[in-house]
């Protein structure tokens, strides 16, 4: 089992940044990867941005390349999705999950095992 737990949304400003965390806790392991989905109003969630909990690989959905930057904190057992530039289309519920192994990269959601409760980010123009 892996508990995760999100923290760091709000409301912001239009061009402002944003910094996610992901606290995970459990049987965590090397191999395993900690991704962050999205789920924007009236639309299906998505893929935003996958590291493994090594820290040694990750992968991003093309639309954030640039302005997205996900990162493991060996320390605090954390992974962190900083957002730069926040848009009001970034304005969705934003959650971190888990998948047993790097397959999880790809972004599949069918390959999350651990998910959590979710963090509102609200993005005003």
């Known amino acids: 089992q892996v508990q995760l737990v999100e923290s760091g949304g709000g409301l912001v400003q239009a061009g402002e940044s944003l910094r996610l965390s992901c606290t995970a806790s459990g049987q965590t392991f090397s191999t395993m990867t900690v991704a962050w989905f999205r789920q924007a109003p009236g639309k299906e969630r998505e893929f935003v941005a996958g590291?493994?909990?090594?820290?040694?690989?990750?992968n991003y959905e093309d639309s954030v390349l640039g302005r997205f930057t996900i990162s493991k904190d060996n320390a605090k057992s954390t992974v962190t999705l900083k957002i730069n530039s926040l848009k009001p289309e970034d304005t969705a519920i934003y959650y971190c999950?888990?998948?047993?192994?790097?397959?999880?990269?790809?972004?599949?959601?069918?390959?999350?095992?651990?998910w959590g409760q979710g963090t509102q980010v609200t993005v005003s123009s």
């Open positions: 590291i493994l909990w090594s820290g040694s690989s990750y």
């Open positions: 999950a888990s998948a047993l192994g790097p397959y999880g990269l790809r972004g599949s959601q069918s390959d999350f095992r651990f």
